[in-house]
């Protein structure tokens, strides 16, 4: 499914350079629920946002569906993010003068579907997230539960290969948290492959393997016993 | 491209960005308005102002140009200086003749006369004139009509009053037609009134009596008091006024490079000078207007750069859904141009109401200022055509601004 071989990553600062990523060896199957762990200047973001195409890599090799990803235009990147990823952030990330369901519309707005096809998908969506009474709500008048719920929706609505996550309930209490992981083990369940950026432990130990991150490079990458977040809920 | 325009969700992003952002729409479109209005509005008032000088010059044949003697300045052929110059028919019909390019000569005689009736009485210019005379100089004719050939014909005792005379004669609301007055214990019947109007271009008149009968109660013979030449609209009247002279002073005997030996007043001249004016009026209104709505347009520019800086996260978070930065320049462009378009109309409508105001204010009646202040349609849709294609440039700013940062920058603002 995603192979990274001797990835390197370095950001300028002033006149020397950051080497952030140091040869990252990574691969992911298909179904698979993976956390990537490790303190802030690790690199995890970094790597998180290689994959999703949002940065590109200085060195090495990063095969997505046995697409080789490299050197993409920028046009190129916009339609495999819009094929192959979907993205849910810690801020949510909702346009705020959209509904909720003109936001999860969007990626198949891009994908050049029609209106009513793509309104119809996207309440589809919102539906399995169970926020189909919300629909014509502004981001505004939703919880930070509900907004997560909304962008998952959208993340879901092109229906990606992948879900990239970075830390997800980052903004949320505790109780929401393990609500929103709940859903998305639920959608590992389903079949969806998933990378989410995590420090927090418990929701790091609700993924089926833990990837930790120390200084650009992986310290250790483990396959777990899944907490189910069901029990908390 | 193409079908991108004709998208109905292009125009439903464009509602949305442009209705969600009211205070930025409401200052953008305030910029190009009022460029646009100011634009008409200066336009059609240029224009209201030419219509005015069209109509004071509307009853003058502008081609014309006017030749009276005077006193010579050089000796020549044995004739002192200083002599008397004398114009005569003959003198008229031989300009007439020979001069290339001249349409008609109107020879005219004048006199200041004391007119009586009844036992109201005023001191008025009386003129001689030829029916010509109306096509050079168009009467105003409120009562009746103007000397003909036949008046000419059969020397008849006839007269054209000013509405001036017919005030200071009649009492009120008394018709001249038909009516006598007398001038040099003779008596003329009244065939016509005219009115001069309020504002005067050339020389004004007060009475008209046939040629010939002024020739023959004041004894004039073959002289005449002045000519008007009029030259067909395809010739130059400053050169048909030179040949003129030339002529008239080998009919005359006079010097070649005399230049007092006669007067003249050359109203294509002078009407040239109004219409260089207007044209350098209307030109510097072009100036302000374009002047104006570039500013304007580039307020747009402006607004929607701090906009997309704004809105780096939103752009941010589209390419990370996968809009492609030839959607996100194009949105931001249609975004540009309906702005300036929105603007426009806005402007345009505003500017027609104030237009509408000052015709209502300033464009009635005889003594007005600014007769039918209007702007073509062309020029309005030459107008939006110029604000489309700078829209479309200042623009392009914004929307490359807004590629050039990458989504993964975008998505870190906060």
Redesign the interface.
């Known amino acids: 499914m995603l192979k990274i071989n001797q990835l390197h990553k370095s950001y300028p600062i002033g006149d020397t350079s950051l080497h952030v990523l140091k040869g990252i060896n990574i691969s992911v199957n298909e179904g698979e629920m993976v956390a990537i762990m490790g303190s802030s200047g690790s690199g995890k973001s970094t790597l998180l946002?290689i994959i999703?195409m949002?940065?590109e890599a200085d060195a090495g090799e990063y095969i997505l569906d046995g697409l080789p990803i490299n050197n993409l235009t920028?046009?190129k990147a916009?339609?495999y993010?819009?094929?192959f990823l979907g993205?849910i952030?810690q801020s949510f990330?909702?346009?705020n003068?959209?509904n909720a369901l003109?936001n999860v519309a969007?990626?198949l707005?891009?994908?050049g579907m029609k209106?009513k096809e793509r309104q119809e998908l996207a309440l589809f969506h919102l539906e399995k997230v169970g926020l189909k009474d919300w629909a014509k709500h502004l981001p505004k008048e939703l919880s930070g539960g509900q907004k997560q719920r909304v962008a998952i929706a959208?993340a879901l609505a092109?229906n990606p290969k992948l879900l990239l996550a970075d830390e997800p309930t980052g903004a949320l209490d505790t109780k929401t948290s393990h609500d929103i992981m709940a859903f998305i083990q639920q959608l590992n369940d389903e079949g969806k492959t998933i990378l989410m950026v995590t420090h927090e432990e418990d929701i790091a130990n609700m993924c089926k393997r833990i990837v930790r991150l120390r200084d650009g490079v992986i310290m250790e990458d483990k396959k777990i016993n899944q907490v189910r977040a069901e029990q908390y809920v | 491209m193409i079908k991108f325009l004709f998208d109905i969700d292009t125009w439903q992003e464009l509602y949305d960005s442009i209705s969600k952002n009211k205070l930025r729409t409401i200052v953008t479109i305030f910029g190009v308005g009022f460029g646009i209005f100011l634009l008409i509005v200066l336009l059609g008032s240029a224009r209201g102002m030419e219509n005015s000088f069209n109509k004071l010059f509307g009853s003058f044949a502008t081609n014309s140009v006017f030749v009276w003697g005077q006193n010579t300045s050089k000796p020549f052929k044995g004739f002192q200086e200083g002599r008397r110059v004398q114009l005569s028919l003959t003198d008229a019909k031989k300009v007439e003749e020979n001069i290339e390019g001249v349409e008609f000569v109107v020879p005219r005689n004048q006199n200041r006369a004391d007119v009586v009736r009844n036992f109201l009485s005023g001191s008025f210019t009386v003129n001689g004139d030829y029916p010509l005379l109306d096509r050079v100089q168009k009467k105003k004719l409120v009562h009746g009509r103007f000397i003909n050939q036949n008046d000419i014909d059969h020397n008849k005792k006839v007269i054209v009053i000013s509405e001036d005379v017919y005030k200071q004669l009649f009492e009120k609301d008394k018709n001249p037609i038909g009516e006598f007055v007398q001038i040099n214990t003779i008596n003329f019947m009244i065939i016509g009134m005219f009115e001069n109007g309020n504002v005067k271009v050339g020389p004004t008149s007060d009475m008209h009596i046939p040629f010939t009968t002024f020739q023959q109660i004041y004894n004039e013979g073959d002289k005449i008091g002045w000519m008007m030449i009029t030259g067909k609209p395809e010739y130059d009247i400053k050169q048909i006024e030179e040949d003129a002279k030339l002529l008239l002073k080998n009919l005359n005997k006079i010097h070649p490079k005399d230049k007092r030996a006669f007067g003249s007043f050359n109203l294509g001249n002078e009407y040239a000078k109004i219409t260089g004016f207007l044209t350098g009026m209307q030109f510097l209104t072009w100036f302000v207007g374009i002047a104006t709505l570039i500013a304007g347009v580039f307020s747009i520019g402006n607004i929607l750069l701090i906009t997309v800086k704004e809105r780096t996260k939103e752009i941010g978070v589209r390419r990370a859904l996968g809009a492609t930065p030839l959607e996100i320049k194009s949105q931001i462009i249609i975004e540009a141009v309906s702005l300036s378009l929105i603007a426009s109309i806005i402007g345009v409508i505003f500017g027609g109401f104030t237009l509408i105001i000052i015709n209502h204010f300033w464009g009635q009646g005889d003594d007005a200022t600014l007769i039918n202040p209007s702007v073509s349609i062309g020029v309005v849709l030459t107008a939006l055509l110029i604000l489309i294609i700078l829209g479309t440039l200042i623009g392009l700013i914004p929307a490359f601004k807004a590629t050039s940062i990458k989504p993964i920058e975008a998505l870190r603002e906060e």
Request: glycine letters at 4%; charged letters at 35%.
């Open positions: 946002n999703g949002l940065d920028e046009k916009a339609v993010r819009n094929k993205f952030f990330n909702l346009i003068y959209k003109e969007l990626p707005y891009y994908q209106r959208r092109a």
